[in-house]
Nanobody
Framework: QVQLVESGGGLVQAGGSLRLSCAASGSIFSLQVMGWYRQAPGKQRELVAIITSGGSTNYANSVKGRFTISRDNAKNTVILQMNSLKPEDTAVYYC????????WGQGTQVTVSS
């Protein structure tokens, strides 16, 4: 089993920045993929950004150029730096990890006011 613990959500004004962090612990063999998804009220959960153990990244078109994902393989952590935040970025952000199974964090609220 792998546990994911997120931190860093909160309330910010449009144009501001937030940094989300997710730490994985437990029976970890190899975290092939780590990343972030988000779910806004009344909407489906959607991919925000993912990063492989080799450093390859994939971003949602809506966040390209504004968000940056990075990871520390030695510490089993993944970071999402979010800049130029918009009200439409408001959602619960979930950490995601693919090891031998798929794991999710408990979610952290990000609210961007206009």
């Amino acid at each position: 089993q792998v546990q994911l613990v997120e931190s860093g959500g909160g309330l910010v004004q449009a144009g501001g920045s937030l940094r989300l962090s997710c730490a994985a612990s437990g029976s970890i063999f190899s975290l092939q993929v780590m990343g972030w998804y988000r779910q806004a009220p009344g909407k489906q959960r959607e991919l925000v950004a993912i990063i492989t153990s080799g450093g390859s990244t994939n971003y949602a078109n809506s966040v390209k150029g504004r968000f940056t994902i990075s990871r520390d393989n030695a510490k089993n952590t993944v970071i999402l730096q979010m800049n130029s935040l918009k009200p439409e970025d408001t959602a619960v952000y979930y950490c995601h990890a693919l090891e031998r199974s798929v794991y999710w964090g408990q979610g952290t609220q990000v609210t961007v006011s206009s």
